[in-house]
Antibody, heavy 121, light 107 residues
Framework: EVQLVQSGAEVKKPGESLKISCKGS????????IGWVRQMPGKGLEWMGI????????RYSPSLQGQVTFSADMSINTAYVQWSSLKASDTAMYYC??????????????WGQGTMVTVSS | EIVLTQSPGTLSLSPGERATLSCRAS???????LAWYQQRPDQAPKLLIY???SRATGIPDRFSGSGSGTDFTLTISRLEPEDFAVYYC????????FGGGTKVEIK
């Protein structure tokens, strides 16, 4: 079964750092880009960017450039997003998703279950 | 950046009725790079439609997409109980964006 499994919920204080993960299985991890999508409480979906696990090429949303860092470790089929200094406004559900291939290229065809990040003093 | 505006914000319908959801883009969406996703409460989104009108694997044929350029539509021919959810459109050109969503609720 093709799936993405994300790390568990996090509660952090403003200014702290954080790295959350997304592990792929059931397919060749390096064949598909991994994307990240933010969903603030009660709000819609926001495209954050994508990373190619094969060579770590990244594309960030212009609005989030510099706010987060994507990385990947293809030896363990895992992608990451990290923050160096969290803000309360980073409180959200974060989804990873596989960027589709073939005719579905550009869409997100497989999604992780989401990681809830809460930033509060 | 292409801004996607979905309407209506909320659609109140009964099971068995037809749902028509709109997604309008601020600029032309190239090559019909337009997708639709369904998000049920407390679940991750699920891909329904890509390339404006192609159903993703396993999606029932009561879901259909149409449109081109700047105007796109998702139609659910007969609503099933599991279809009451929030629907998002996404353009996946050079700088992808999502629309704000349409909630389909039980009347």
């Amino acid at each position: 079964e093709v799936q993405l499994v994300q790390s568990g919920a996090e509660v952090k204080k403003p200014g702290e750092s954080l790295k959350i993960s997304c592990k792929g299985s059931g397919y060749r991890f390096t064949d598909y880009w991994i994307g990240w999508v933010r969903q603030m409480p009660g709000k819609g979906l926001e495209w954050m960017g994508i990373i190619n696990p094969d060579d770590s090429d990244t594309r960030y949303s212009p609005s989030l450039q510099g706010q987060v860092t994507f990385s990947a470790d293809m030896s363990i089929n895992t992608a990451y997003v990290q923050w160096s200094s969290l803000k309360a406004s980073d409180t959200a559900m974060y989804y990873c998703a596989r960027r589709g291939g073939g005719r579905e290229e550009g869409t997100f065809d497989i999604w992780g279950q989401g990681t809830m990040v809460t930033v509060s003093s | 950046e292409i801004v996607l505006t979905q309407s209506p914000g909320t659609l109140s319908l009964s099971p068995g009725e037809r749902a028509t959801l709109s997604c309008r883009a601020s600029q032309r969406v190239s090559s019909s790079y337009l997708a639709w996703y369904q998000q049920r409460p407390d679940q991750a989104p699920k891909l329904l439609i890509y390339a404006a009108s192609s159903r993703a694997t396993g999606i029932p044929d009561r879901f259909s997409g149409s449109g081109s350029g700047t105007d796109f539509t998702l139609t659910i021919s007969r609503l099933e109980p599991e279809d009451f959810a929030v629907y998002y459109c996404q353009q996946y050109g050079s700088s992808p964006t999502f629309g704000g969503g349409t909630k389909v609720e039980i009347k």
